[in-house]
């Protein structure tokens, strides 16, 4: 089993509409939890952290964790075609990034 | 602050010769860390340094794979002996010290793209 899955996707979303990416990962233990964009053939930038059980807003983006479900996801509302990328998902596991392998969205107009 | 930087942006190369990076972090940053990428995968975790020590090495890290960081700043990454699965994007990232707003956050630089012939 991985530590950290996400569908790879593409997952298809009309502009305006509301993005659920969603990760699972496998170590009970984690702690902190990233969300990272990433354009093609361009380096992740990081866009959302957690810490906490429940849900992190910033802008258009939330992030929502459930600890007991080893479960984290992220909304992006009013989903634009500049949201079009891929996210990645992380776990930091002693000072290193774990991460997944990343969901690709299309924002179509 | 001017963000990581790494240098060269694309490297190609031909099997078995050595290929060198480097990476310089965001200036108060005094962890740096180095990953790889291939197409449709995440990044992958090769080593990392707080100041001028390695702490952790990878084991997809073969012994064909050193990284240095001599005075705490810049670091380099060589790979010896090139082979045509060590193509793929090398990221370098950075972090604050602990206990300073960010620690646990890392910042990405733009990628060394390598592509062994």
């Known amino acids: 089993q991985k530590e950290v899955e996400q569908n790879s996707g593409p997952l298809s979303v009309p502009e305006g509409a509301i993005a659920s990416l969603n990760c699972t990962y496998s170590d009970r233990g984690s702690q902190s939890f990233f969300w990272y964009r990433q354009y093609s053939g361009k380096s992740p930038e990081l866009i959302m952290f957690?810490?906490?059980?429940g849900d992190k807003e910033d802008g258009r983006f939330t992030a929502q964790l459930n600890k007991a479900s080893q479960y984290v996801s992220l909304l992006i509302r009013d989903s634009q075609p500049s949201d079009s990328a891929t996210y990645l998902c992380?776990?930091?596991?002693?000072?290193?990034?774990?991460f997944g392998t990343g969901t690709r969205l299309q924002v179509f107009p | 602050d001017t963000g990581v930087s790494q240098d060269p942006r694309h490297k190609i190369t031909k099997r078995g010769q050595n290929v060198t990076f480097r990476c310089d972090p965001i200036s108060e940053h005094n962890r740096l860390y180095w990953y790889r990428q291939t197409l449709g995968q995440g990044p992958e975790f090769l080593t990392y340094?707080?100041?001028?020590?390695?702490?952790?090495k990878s084991r997809l890290l073969s012994d064909r794979f050193s990284a240095e960081r001599p005075k705490g700043s810049f670091s380099t990454l060589e790979i010896q002996r090139t082979e045509q699965g060590d193509s793929a994007m090398y990221l370098c990232?950075?972090?604050?010290?602990?206990?300073?707003?960010?620690?646990?956050?890392?910042?990405f630089g733009p990628g060394t793209r390598l592509t062994v012939l």
């Open positions: 957690i810490y906490s059980n």
């Open positions: 340094f707080q100041n001028e020590a390695q702490l952790e």
């Open positions: 990232a950075s972090s604050p010290k602990r206990g300073t707003p960010k620690y646990n956050e890392q910042f």
């Open positions: 992380a776990v930091i596991a002693t000072d290193k990034l774990i």
